[in-house]
């Protein structure tokens, strides 16, 4: 039903019709709108990167409305002036560029799902969930006080607003992190690293290659150059390329987006 309503398709309807509105009651905009469509987000946006680079004057703007983000409560407009930042990429491991084993009857084999799971409690602890290279940490700018209570405030009749409501909601058996934050709080002012898929093998085979697909979210002060450079450190020092090929695919990944709330376009 109305695929894609909730994300993105009504925004975009919602301000278009605004501008028809505006258009139909009270004439010529009282300023120039510019309104770019871009239909590759859950592809990692194909294209836009370079599209932005080669029509920079065109798209020269003095505030930027993006029409992507979640409502707190029904009926009331929400205005977001900050969005972490993001990075994705893939792991692969290969142990055998001819064929799959069969299951048992080559103990000599090297596993590369098992490969892949000792490599991903390498880079994240599954039951504290701390990402364990210092790299994924380096420069971040700690929120202020201020902000997590401002963020505690505005979530306190939403799900996020402790572990418990949020462990009831999505029916957890229990929550990870540092519960020194709300869920609120942590998913909106710091990072996270997460596995998304992990595909290869199949029953009754030793798989000979596995790839493991992860994603980030990044707060100020972090940079996905130095990630990178976290990840491929921890691959190369597990001693798991001894018996396997293992290729980091990872992304250039986008910073996190920040602007101060007592501008005038967003006092407007």
Not at 31 to 50: D, H, P, Q, W, Y
Not at 137 to 148: C, K, N, R, T, W
Not at 197 to 207: D, K
Request: glycine content about 8%; hydrophobic content about 35%.
């Amino acid at each position: 039903y109305a695929r894609g309503a909730d994300d993105s398709k009504g925004h975009i309807m919602a301000i278009l019709g605004a501008l028809e509105f505006y258009q139909q009651h009270y004439g010529k905009l009282p300023v120039n709108i510019k309104i770019l469509f871009e239909g590759r987000e859950e592809k990692a946006s194909t294209g836009i990167r370079e599209f932005i680079k080669l029509n920079r004057n065109m798209l020269k703007a003095d505030a930027v409305i993006i029409a992507d983000a979640p409502t707190l409560h029904a009926g009331i407009p929400s205005i977001y002036y900050g969005l972490r930042g993001y990075l994705a990429g893939e792991i692969e491991i290969v142990t055998s560029v001819e064929k799959k084993s069969h299951s048992g009857s080559r103990s000599f084999v090297p596993n590369s799902l098992a490969i892949a799971a000792a490599l991903m409690n390498k880079l994240l602890d599954p039951v504290t969930g701390k990402v364990q290279f210092p790299e994924f940490y380096e420069g971040i700018i700690p929120p202020s006080a201020q902000l997590l209570e401002e963020v505690q405030k505005q979530y306190r009749d939403t799900p996020l607003a402790t572990k418990e409501k949020a462990q009831k909601e999505l029916g957890l058996i229990a929550t990870v992190g540092d519960h020194h934050y709300s869920p609120a709080q942590r998913t909106t002012l710091f990072p996270s690293f997460d596995y998304q898929l992990v595909t290869g093998g199949g029953e009754g085979v030793l798989p000979n290659a596995t790839t493991i697909k992860y994603t980030a979210r990044l707060v100020r002060g972090q940079h996905s150059s130095r990630i990178n450079e976290g990840l491929q450190r921890v691959i190369h020092q597990s001693g798991f390329e001894k018996v396997a090929r293992i290729s980091l695919h990872a992304g250039d990944g986008d910073v996190a987006f920040y602007t101060d709330p007592n501008t005038m376009y967003q006092q407007v």
